[in-house]
């Protein structure tokens, strides 16, 4: 079964520095792309970030140049460096995966961008 747990959310001032991270169970990990994705209240879930097996990646325009994200296939584990964080960052970010054409998903990690 697979399981995607992510940690590192909390609240940050406009301006600062978050590093989520989101380890994975159940899958051959160095084989699967991986995202991550954010909801804000009253808004669809959207895509900010994914990397690929062969560790590619590709941005929201919303993010680009603020956000990193990587991968340690050792660890199981994809980071999202986000860096000069606005108020319009927060959200709940969720890591997901696709194994065998079913999305996979995390329980999310809350990051609220306030001062």
């Known amino acids: 079964q697979v399981h995607l747990v992510e940690s590192g959310g909390g609240l940050v001032q406009p301006g600062g520095s978050l590093r989520l991270s989101c380890t994975a169970s159940?899958?051959?990990?160095?084989?699967?792309?991986m995202a991550w994705y954010r909801q804000a209240p009253g808004m669809q879930r959207e895509l900010v970030a994914n990397?690929?097996?062969?560790?590619?990646?590709n941005y929201a325009d919303s993010v680009r140049g603020r956000f990193t994200i990587s991968r340690n296939n050792v660890r199981n584990t994809v980071y999202l460096e986000m860096n000069s964080l606005k108020p319009e960052d927060t959200a709940v970010y969720y890591c997901?995966?696709?194994?065998?054409?079913?999305?996979?998903w995390g329980r999310g990690t809350r990051v609220t961008v306030s001062s």
């Open positions: 997901s995966t696709i194994r065998q054409s079913l999305t996979y």
């Open positions: 159940g899958i051959n990990f160095r084989l699967h792309p």
């Open positions: 990397i690929t097996s062969s560790s590619s990646t």
